[in-house]
């Protein structure tokens, strides 16, 4: 078996204890984040690496050392100012890293992830510390397998990669969605268990059509237009080929890519290595899910509602997807799903006798299906579709914040007295709907989850928990389940499996509570369930290259999936 990294690698001794076996001592020892003790190397550690004198007589347990760093990030001035404490805390010390974010995972998601993440993606070229991850351009792309070569960890199972093309709901963000692909790896690692020696951010920096990019003086990026058209992906076949190359084994996330090329990435790659692309099918599955826990709530069956998903990019058609292939897993066949999901881009209902972009064309509705229908303009608009669908369950994936208003919620609430209403759009400030007016405006009946953490709403003397339907609920375990099965291609069947899997892990006294959603601190703990669902379809899907999960039921799945996560503590070190 190759080395973990050209620094260390990771044995097990006599009695399967693990231990590292370190190539490297003293100052540049400590210049490593991945094994960086800091002042928790032992005595004898000292002595044996050469770090003598470096470091404060006192040896800290990692107790100590997360209540020392804990102080500190609690005196930052603002969550941006906390999101870059914590970078640099996992450029100095990953171990030390992750062990706060475990400790305080529902307190610093937000601060690590959306919504905060937002703003180091805007500011990346201004908070630039440290380098981490691989950063390819046209610059390099020709180089791109000695740039593979560069990177000193030799067996990664999991990458995510993003040209910044579509960051969140703020656009194209040319080099700062590196940020992007650091927080998701993070929160595998926290949530999901996969080692961090095992991850790799990468920026495809294929340039910015932002002006106020390309004219500041401070940008990282390369200083050009975007690539377009068969240069681009020129440049994704030559990124593809060197990754499958130095990473034969590894699981490949397309990560915020702009929604034309979101579609043509994953057609055109997913077969030839497993890859993925959460805004289109981690969101479907998490929406899902919650739709799924609503239903339990409403006491009604998913197959009798009417859905209206309102923004047609990467999300919005990840969504659609999932929900006619939930439909049709419920018992519905294709046409009778179709009719009942309705998706609305800029110019209304997606209407099949109406230009469109291709990957929109599945969820278009042909025309006879509206006749009777009473609208004014070319097509049904968003209270249009409401009032003559019977509209019941809403989601927003447009990035309009405000968009669903108290008529929209009020027509929503007119069809079902129970309505369920997700405003997923993120960040915070890109939410179609607040909770708090969405509680107000329909006397506290609505379900309500959204994709950015909220508080709870107070209203009439309840208090109404809002579920966050955050793609970390399924990323995490769709990844780490796919690395443990060692998976040929990740299938529509194993995301599905994801859904059901979350949507189970719900406990009754959250839905007790009226939230549709685990609590982020049971984020761990609902990851292991979604790893342990996606193995077993994989299984059944064929495209497991392990046996080991074939007489396993999934309880056995999981408790492997359990044994098998990584978790941050220090490991005794030996001199190689």
Do not use: C
Not at 149 to 168: G, K
Not at 300 to 307: D, G, L, N, R, T
């Amino acid at each position: 078996m190759a080395k973990v990294s050209r620094y260390y690698d990771v044995k097990r001794d006599k009695n399967g204890k693990r231990y590292l076996e370190v190539y490297v001592s003293g100052f540049l020892l400590q210049r490593i984040p991945l094994l960086n003790k800091s002042t928790a190397f032992t005595k004898e550690e000292r002595k044996l690496l050469q770090l003598e004198g470096l470091l404060p007589a006192h040896v800290s347990n990692l107790e100590e050392q997360k209540e020392r760093v804990y102080r500190r990030y609690r005196l930052q001035d603002n969550d941006l100012e906390k999101h870059i404490y914590l970078r640099n805390l996992q450029d100095r010390n990953e171990v030390l890293y992750y062990a706060i974010l475990e400790d305080h995972l529902e307190e610093m998601l937000p601060i690590i992830y959306t919504p905060t993440v937002g703003e180091a993606v805007r500011f990346f070229s201004h908070i630039y510390r440290l380098p981490r991850g691989l950063a390819l351009s046209h610059e390099n792309i020709a180089e791109a397998e000695q740039a593979f070569e560069n990177v000193p960890l030799e067996d990664v199972r999991l990458v995510v990669a993003t040209d910044s093309s579509a960051i969140l709901g703020i656009g194209d963000q040319g080099f700062g969605g590196m940020a992007i692909s650091i927080g998701k790896l993070s929160i595998y690692t926290a949530a999901g268990g996969v080692a961090p020696d095992k991850t790799l951010p990468i920026e495809l920096d294929v340039g910015t059509d932002r002006d106020d990019l390309l004219q500041d003086p401070l940008y990282l990026g390369v200083r050009h237009r975007r690539l377009g058209g068969e240069p681009y992906y020129q440049f994704m076949d030559k990124f593809v080929k060197a990754f499958k190359k130095r990473y034969p084994k590894a699981i490949l996330q397309w990560e915020d890519f702009s929604k034309e090329a979101a579609f043509t990435l994953l057609n055109r790659y997913r077969k030839e290595l497993p890859s993925f692309n959460d805004d289109i099918q981690g969101t479907g599955a998490v929406a899902w899910a919650g739709i799924l826990s609503a239903m339990k709530l409403k006491k009604a069956s998913v197959k009798e509602q009417k859905y209206l998903v309102y923004g047609a990019g990467a999300g919005g058609a990840g969504v659609a997807g999932a929900l006619v292939e939930g439909l049709k897993h419920e018992g519905l066949s294709a046409e009778e799903a179709l009719r009942r999901v309705y998706v609305l881009d800029s110019k209304g209902l997606l209407l099949s006798d109406r230009p469109m972009e291709e990957y929109k064309r599945p969820f278009a509705h042909e025309p006879k299906w509206i006749e009777g229908w009473s609208f004014s303009g070319k097509a049904p608009g968003l209270i249009d579709v409401i009032k003559n669908a019977g509209i019941s369950v809403l989601l927003g994936l447009s990035g309009r914040a405000g968009a669903f208003n108290e008529p929209v919620v009020k027509a929503v609430l007119a069809n079902d007295p129970r309505p369920v209403i997700f405003p997923l759009s993120n960040p915070t400030s890109s939410s179609e709907a607040l909770p708090e007016d969405i509680i107000n405006w329909t006397d506290g009946q609505a379900i309500v989850a959204t994709g950015s953490p909220f508080d709870p709403v107070v209203y009439k003397g309840k208090t109404y928990p809002i579920g966050q339907g955050n793609n970390s609920f399924i990323f995490p375990g769709l990844g780490f389940g796919s690395i443990l099965a060692h998976v040929s291609e990740i299938t529509d069947g194993m995301v599905l499996a994801a859904s059901y899997a979350l949507a189970d892990f719900v406990s009754e006294e959250n839905l007790e509570a009226g939230m549709v959603y685990p609590q982020i601190k049971e984020m761990r703990e609902a990851s292991i369930q979604v790893a342990a669902r996606v193995i077993a379809e994989a299984v059944k899907d064929g495209v497991a290259k392990t046996r080991r999960f074939e007489d396993l039921d999934v309880y056995d799945i999981a408790d492997y999936v359990r044994r098998h996560a990584w978790e941050p503590k220090y490991l005794p070190f030996v001199r190689g």
